[in-house]
């Protein structure tokens, strides 16, 4: 019950995002930061700034899942934790695809955080609605950076990622006993 009073309080979740190093849907500081008028090489410079700000953003997001699923592991079971390591390797799988769109622009990809400080959790369902919680920050956060990326294919990558957090949210759903398909419109929650 102590955790899903904490999933169910925005601030707490908002607070706890913010810790974790995420910024949330709205953007960050850095990417706004990277905003500017310019032209030929300054403006794909800052085209770049912008790209890598909003992709590392992502990459934090995508870390703070694959450390949620990896200490969450051992209070699932059966076809739970099947689906819990799944789950992890294709976060883990997106981590390093954003990581490598990074580098490609010239940055440098987020690393994980040392530890995460996530709320208390006791229970496979405390596990699931953790999970929950976070993949819908992710598909918030994904939402709002697909209009901000400069290309094509960063667009593309973005919304494939999107998608697969879709996903699982309709499979924590299921196991969590709720509807997998709760509304016509997937937006997340900031």
């Known amino acids: ?14 607070r706890f995002f ?19 008028s310019g032209s030929g090489d300054t403006r794909n410079e800052t085209a770049a700034a912008a790209d890598i700000a909003v992709l590392n953003s992502a990459i934090d997001l995508e870390n703070t899942a694959i450390a949620a699923y ?28 954003l990581s490598t769109a990074v580098t490609q622009l010239g940055g440098h990809p987020s690393r994980p955080k040392a530890a995460y400080d996530f709320p208390r ?38 919304a494939s990622i999107v998608t697969n957090e879709a996903e699982h949210v309709s499979v924590l759903l299921g196991a969590l006993g709720r509807p997998q398909v709760p509304t016509a419109f997937v937006a997340g929650k900031a």
């Open 70 to 97: 990896t200490a969450g592991a051992p209070l699932l079971k059966g076809e739970v934790l099947r689906l819990g390591r799944e789950f992890l390797g294709q976060e883990k799988e997106h981590a390093d695809a």
């Open 121 to 158: 959790v006791r229970t496979q369902r405390d596990v699931l609605l953790l999970a929950n919680m976070i993949e819908h920050e992710a598909i918030a956060a994904y939402l709002d950076a697909l209009p901000k990326l400069s290309s094509t294919d960063l667009r593309a990558m973005a």
């Open 18 to 36: 913010r810790a974790s190093g995420v910024a949330t849907a709205g953007g960050s500081a850095a990417f706004l930061a990277a905003c500017g």
């Open 1 to 14: 019950m102590e955790f899903e009073r904490f999933a169910l309080d925005p601030i707490s979740r908002r």
